[in-house]
């Protein structure tokens, strides 16, 4: 069984900086990611990085801006997103996936979520 749980939220100015976090209990050997959901909108991919964290891939909408990175030896998963702009603006949610070594981008693949960290942007 894995656990999730994000922190870093907040809010911030538009072209200002946020890490969030997402603390990982149980299998911390797996594919994460993030996903976020902005209000009225269906969630979606923002970045994943792959079971041993030699790869990455992210949204159109955030590559160049952002970078998801690990930290095995605290079981961490972070999102670096700086030149934050308004429509970044949702509920961010760690995700994983049980198995497989590939970073994933679909919902479906994902079998853990986070509870969600709310990210605002103002202009």
């Known amino acids: 069984q894995v656990q999730l749980g994000e922190s870093g939220g907040g809010l911030v100015q538009a072209a200002g900086s946020l890490r969030l976090s997402c603390v990982v209990s149980?299998?911390?050997?797996?594919?994460m990611g993030w996903f976020r959901q902005a209000p009225g909108k269906e969630r979606e991919f923002v970045a994943a990085?792959?079971?041993?964290?030699?790869?990455?891939t992210y949204a159109d909408s955030v590559r160049g801006r952002w970078t998801i990175s690990r930290d095995y030896s605290k079981s961490m998963l972070y999102l670096q997103m700086d030149s934050l702009k308004p429509e970044d603006t949702a509920v961010y949610y760690c995700?994983?996936?049980?198995?497989?070594?590939?970073?994933?981008?679909?919902?479906?693949?994902?079998?853990?979520w986070g509870q969600g960290t709310q990210v605002t942007v103002s202009s």
């Open positions: 995700a994983a996936r049980g198995s497989g070594n590939s970073y994933f981008t679909r919902e479906k693949e994902v079998d853990y």
């Open positions: 149980g299998r911390t050997f797996i594919a």
């Open positions: 990085i792959s079971r041993t964290g030699g790869s990455t």
